[in-house]
């Protein structure tokens, strides 16, 4: 499919590809893991340098003034050449931030933006889970609302600076920005098979003042609700650009790779495995850009973003499974690069709402559009 990008979007695609070359690989990912780094500074610095972070915010507000098709651009090659950066999360608070109205939103954002802190969302949406979300509760107490509950599953939660969370209470809605040396607030985290973690946060009675607040009632919702979509939306396109890469790998090794005096990929079976793959990454493909278009127009619907959530992570699945089979023994090796594929996809699927939820979730949506 041609995503019929414009000249400067092809541009910012071929400059991507060059920082992610540079900055990525399976190589650099596997070093990270080893030790013990949930993702790469340098390449996290060229990617500020460049600008990427402001893709989302306007221009009025210190950003670049783009779009995300522009985001989708970045985020695939970020996926093709799986750079291990926080870019997804980080634009995701930013673009929360810059449609904020609030002076609290306007200095968390100028200081995002520069690189002084790290904002990234901790959520629990529809859609990422069976069960419905359980926000953070606040209750006032004197001049100022005790916050207590958990939030699962926060990407980057051990480098974060400051987190977004969502605050339910008796009469409205909070955003909230919650530093993380908050001390009513406790972070753990585990750490997933390709080598970034999942952080949990846990609010004790955090005592919460309008110094904290973004965004309330209605607007909060909204900019809650819209970070929750950026995420499932650009955790799919990450899943498209892994799952490219290693379709190309595996039909690099099926024309090299001799069985029975031939090559792999002159078996017409293999051949219909992977071009079952190709069918189903253009159809992605396709999905994704206008999702994307959509957003821009205004007319996004969160029932086609969980579709292609679903969509995105099974054809991930099926891609990798082919990649697996087809390299053999080799593939289930850590030394090979398909491993380090393999493993992030894996994360990727189940961050922001795995198949089977997020199908769920665009059922229930349908149903209460009929």
């Given amino acids: 499919m041609d995503e019929q990008l414009s000249p400067e979007q092809g541009q910012l695609r071929d400059s991507a590809a060059r920082l992610c070359r540079d900055f990525g690989g399976a190589k ?12 790469d500074a340098e390449a996290w610095q060229a990617m500020r340098a460049a600008g990427w972070l402001g893709t989302l915010v306007s221009e009025a507000r210190g950003g670049a003034g783009l779009g995300t098709t522009e985001l989708y651009v970045l985020l695939e090659q970020i996926g ?33 933006l520069v690189g002084e802190r790290l904002v990234v969302p901790a959520l629990q949406a529809e859609g990422w889970d069976f069960r419905m979300p359980a926000a953070l509760r606040g209750e006032p107490k004197g001049n100022a ?10 990407a980057f939660a051990q480098s974060a600076d400051e987190f977004l969370v969502r605050i339910e209470t008796k009469s409205e809605a909070l955003l909230c920005l919650l530093p993380c040396d908050h001390r009513a607030l406790e972070i ?3 750490w997933t098979v390709d080598g970034s973690s999942a952080g949990r946060l846990v609010c004790d009675e955090a005592a919460i003042d309008d110094a904290h607040i973004v965004a ?5 919702e909204r900019l809650a609700a819209g970070m929750a979509d950026l995420l499932s939306l650009g955790a799919s396109i990450e899943l498209l650009g ?40 253009e159809l992605d493909r396709s999905l994704l850009h206008r999702i994307c278009l959509a957003w821009e127009a205004g007319v996004a619907r969160p029932a ?16 990798m499974r082919t990649a697996l089979q087809l390299h053999g023994a080799i593939g289930y090796t850590d030394e090979h690069d398909i491993g380090i594929y393999f ?28």
């Fill in 304 to 319: 086609l973003i969980a579709a292609a959530k679903a969509r995105a992570s099974r054809t991930a699945a099926e891609v």
């Fill in 216 to 220: 309330r009632g209605d607007e909060a």
């Fill in 188 to 190: 753990s985290t585990a």
């Fill in 28 to 39: 650099r990912a596997r070093a990270l893991r080893d030790r013990g780094e949930e993702f």
């Fill in 145 to 154: 609302l005790m916050v207590s509950g958990a939030v699962p599953g926060i």
């Fill in 242 to 281: 892994l799952s490219e890469t290693a379709l190309a790998m595996t039909l690099e090794h099926i024309k090299t790779r001799q069985q029975f005096g031939h090559p792999l990929g002159s078996f017409q079976a293999l051949q219909h495995r992977v071009v079952d793959d190709f069918v189903a990454l």
């Fill in 80 to 112: 093709r050449h799986v750079a291990m950066a926080p870019l997804l999360e980080a634009s995701a608070a930013c673009w929360a931030l810059g449609h904020a109205t609030s002076d609290r939103a306007a200095a968390a954002l100028r200081s995002a």
């Fill in 343 to 370: 493993k992030r996809t894996l994360v990727l699927a189940a961050r922001y709402g795995h198949e089977f939820a997020q199908a769920e979730h665009f059922a229930r949506l349908t149903m209460a559009e009929a």
